[in-house]
């Protein structure tokens, strides 16, 4: 699995966290981590600026995970954000501190072919062009638009924008997202019209996750409703839906039910945030013993 998108420095600041301090994050942290440990091969796809510390990649290649599509771009600064979660409501509020160059056409390398290719941006990174070039990479090609759908001010304080160009969803097999940025991705508040819209440019499957309230999943005419593992302690949410989807696309590449490849992203995502940052990932195990539990409970109905 290749996943394509900026890591990021992320500053957690939560109520359940003590001391805060910079954590390695972004999609390719995630999504790559929950992949491996479900089994998959992995490597990323990415640009960091020359403050990227060392240790990251240390790190990074340590838990085995391909980095040779990583370009350091002498001068230029990481991708970081801080994130604000609020006391009593939980919500999170985002702030962009710095930002990595685009991955273009020329930073994909023909070796980049695979069963299974993630693009998820998060600052705007990935243009139509690049992923389209990604399309003809692989056999499942998965989105997440959040990057797309985000705006930010002057002082880089992100809000979510519309998104009226939906063509780039007619190279997407599976479409990934919260429910605030499918809405605004297609622009509308009713789920089974958002579901549609996405399914009418022949994007076979939707997901849309809705943090301790679970996910759904869209596939071939029917929706699931997944349920939310529960974790034994709650403590930061970030990478969650990265998690989920990486977990999902391991599953998936092996042909098993795409209910059941849903119910191991809830588990998956569920052990992330027993942890700050990419700190806590189930082995496998561990994850089809909650995603089996989920599984039993699955609630479908016709789209």
Not at 6 to 31: C, E, M, Q, V
Request: net charge neutral.
């Amino acid at each position: 699995m290749v996943t394509v998108g900026h890591f990021a420095i992320d500053l957690i600041t939560s109520p359940k966290i003590a001391h805060s301090r910079d954590t390695l994050g972004g999609p390719p942290t995630y999504s790559s981590l929950a992949a491996r440990k479900m089994g998959a091969n992995v490597s990323v796809i990415s640009k960091v600026g020359s403050d990227f510390p060392p240790e990251y990649v240390n790190w990074l290649a340590a838990n085995k995970i391909d980095l040779s599509g990583l370009k350091k771009v002498e001068g230029a600064s990481t991708t970081r954000f801080i994130l604000m979660y609020d006391k009593s409501t939980g919500k999170r509020r985002l702030l962009l501190k710095s930002q990595a160059p685009p991955i273009e056409l020329r930073d994909i390398p023909e070796s980049s072919e695979s069963k299974v290719i993630h693009a998820a941006p998060i600052a705007n990174e990935l243009s139509s062009e690049t992923i389209s070039r990604l399309r003809g990479l692989t056999s499942v090609l998965a989105f997440d638009p959040q990057g797309l759908v985000r705006k930010f001010d002057s002082e880089g304080n992100v809000s979510l924008k519309r998104m009226d160009d939906h063509r780039i969803l007619k190279n997407i097999d599976i479409f990934k997202s919260s429910v605030d940025e499918l809405k605004c991705f297609v622009n509308t508040d009713d789920l089974h019209d958002a579901f549609k819209r996405i399914h009418e440019y022949g994007v076979e499957t939707v997901i849309v996750t809705k943090g301790t309230r679970g996910s759904m999943l869209s596939h071939r005419g029917e929706i699931w409703v997944i349920p939310a593992c529960k974790p034994k302690v709650f403590v930061d949410a970030t990478g969650a839906g990265d998690a989920f989807i990486g977990a999902f696309l391991v599953e998936y590449a092996q042909g098993k039910d795409a209910s059941w490849c849903a119910c191991v992203g809830s588990a998956s995502a569920s052990f992330v945030v027993e942890g700050v940052g990419p700190s806590r990932f189930g082995e496998k195990r561990e994850v089809y013993e909650r995603a089996s539990e989920a599984f039993e409970t699955l609630k479908t109905f016709k789209l």
